[in-house]
């Protein structure tokens, strides 16, 4: 599509918009990992293999509010002894990753606390997330076009003059020729935190961390022809 130019007869006015905009997260993330550690390598697989079905039972015994459970990296090598010649065998080591995403987080806390109290169990995160159909993403980038129109209207009226059409609407980061390069158009920050083993622990009060969404957007109108 070729770039219209501005002509005295249909002057433009190129603007950015931005909306932005703090939500509470949708659903939380974490990481937990399992290892057993042993001299005889079959001993180390049963004992890994039962520690992992522990875990496993308790994130399914929270029900619907579990909206993912994967099992991602399983790793079982051997440990050299540090002294000595040769492949002496010093023990085995077995360890098993799992993500588990969560939507109560009262619960989250809980859970989190049980896990870390399993023996040879670490937790990762929470990391709080948004959803990739969040409505949160459509409402930021109805915030931006409605910046981007405000002032568009307010450069053509301080010409005396008014907007008479739109001629592009793109993401920032799309912007065609002739427009600058903005930033991505959405950005949220995670958080995460580790938890070892916590004994008789009571359940952990997390504060959900609030999400920033923000969009970008560059809008490019027509002016009725001010008279200067």
């Known amino acids: 599509m070729t770039q219209e130019h501005a002509t005295p007869g249909a002057p433009q006015v190129t603007v950015r918009g931005e909306g932005r ?7 939380a993330r974490i990481w937990v990992t399992v290892s057993a550690r042993g001299t005889d390598r079959s001993a180390t697989l049963a004992e890994l293999t039962r520690r992992n079905a522990q875990v496993l039972d308790l994130v399914k015994a929270q029900g619907e509010t579990v909206e993912k459970l994967e ?3 399983f790793s079982i090598s051997p440990e ?8 002496r065998v010093h023990a085995f080591v077995g360890r098993v990753r799992m993500t588990a995403e969560l939507t109560d987080f009262t619960v989250l806390g809980e859970l989190v606390t049980r896990l870390a109290d399993l023996e040879m169990t670490g937790v990762d995160g929470p990391w709080w997330e948004l959803r990739p159909d969040s409505p949160a993403y459509a409402e930021a980038r109805r915030l931006a076009v409605t910046e981007a129109v405000q002032r568009a209207r307010a450069y053509a009226e301080a010409l005396g003059t008014s907007l008479a059409s739109l001629l592009e609407l793109s993401d920032a980061g799309l912007a065609g020729p002739g427009l600058s390069q903005l930033p991505p158009v959405f950005a949220a920050a995670p958080v995460g935190f580790a938890t070892e083993r916590a004994g008789e622990a009571p ?6 961390q609030r999400q920033t969404v923000t969009a970008e957007v560059v809008a490019r109108f027509t002016m009725v022809p001010p008279a200067l």
């Open 71 to 73: 099992t991602g990296r």
């Open 21 to 27: 905009l703090e939500v509470d997260p949708e659903f």
């Open 203 to 208: 359940p952990l009060d997390l504060e959900p």
């Open 80 to 87: 050299l002894g540090r002294r000595g010649r040769g492949e």
